[in-house]
């Protein structure tokens, strides 16, 4: 594996992106999985050699007020009504087999677990990330990286990905080079400095994948993605 830069968004990224890009974080699946045969499509599509990370199902992550939930079909809201935050039941179970499904027929090498800032570190919250992480199944090619937007400091943020064997997605504020990471990076422009900075902060990882997110995420992308290639990314 190497270092590689990427986008964040919606559906199959076009012809022109996959010429210059290797990376891309699919949001479809927070907000409902596509069928299996839409994402095998996208894999035939984009080639063996690219690489996709999916975002899990917000049933997982995201209680039923949560805006996204708007998105789904009125059956489906109906069924999920009270999913999200790791809980135990039905719901968190059905929406993890959705999520693995979706990243099997994609062949994702990431799943993102992004937490909302509800999502507190109360000990009834690190009670259940930890039995859902421990209880669900895991497949050796697959990293599973989790982003909370909340007030976890990052001291807790790696214990809890050290103890649960996840990857704790970093930002520009907490960038660092480990064997294996995953970036995301939606904060505004990003000028020559600003990128050099985050190529040298993570220059020694093995493996390390960078989510740009806003109006000039691709253009960003493709000039990270060209001075990792120049450091030997």
């Not at 999916?54 to 999913?83: C, F, L, N």
């Not at 109360?122 to 697959?142: G, H, K, M, Q």
């Not at 909370?148 to 943020?157: A, D, K, Q, V, Y």
Request: hydrophobic fraction near 35%.
């Amino acid at each position: 594996m190497a270092k590689i830069s990427g986008c964040s968004g919606a559906g199959l990224p076009r012809p022109g992106y996959r010429k210059t890009l290797d990376f891309f974080e699919v949001k479809d699946t927070f907000l409902l999985p596509p069928k299996s045969k839409t994402l095998e499509r996208w894999r035939e599509i984009s080639g063996e050699e690219f690489v996709f990370a999916v975002k899990a199902w917000q049933v997982i992550t995201h209680e039923s007020d949560s805006p996204g939930y708007q998105v789904m079909p009125e059956g489906i809201r109906s069924a999920m009504q009270k999913g999200g935050h790791f809980k135990e039941g039905g719901e968190i179970r059905e929406a993890w087999e959705q999520t693995l499904r979706a990243a099997k027929a994609l062949r994702a090498r990431v799943i993102l677990f992004e937490t909302p800032a509800s999502f507190t570190p109360t000990s009834r919250n690190r009670a259940r990330i930890s039995s859902f992480f421990e209880s669900i199944e895991r497949l050796d090619d697959i990293l599973l990286v989790w982003e909370p937007l909340g007030i976890w400091s990052s001291e807790e943020r790696l214990t809890i990905c050290g103890d649960l064997g996840l990857i704790s997605a970093g930002d520009e504020e907490s960038l660092q080079s480990t064997d294996v990471g995953y970036v995301r990076l939606h904060r505004g422009t990003y000028d020559e400095d600003r990128l050099i900075a985050i190529a040298d902060a993570t220059w020694e990882s093995e493996e390390m994948y960078y989510a740009f997110q806003g109006p000039e995420m691709v253009h960003h992308a493709r000039r990270l993605q060209k001075l990792l290639s120049e450091t030997g990314g």
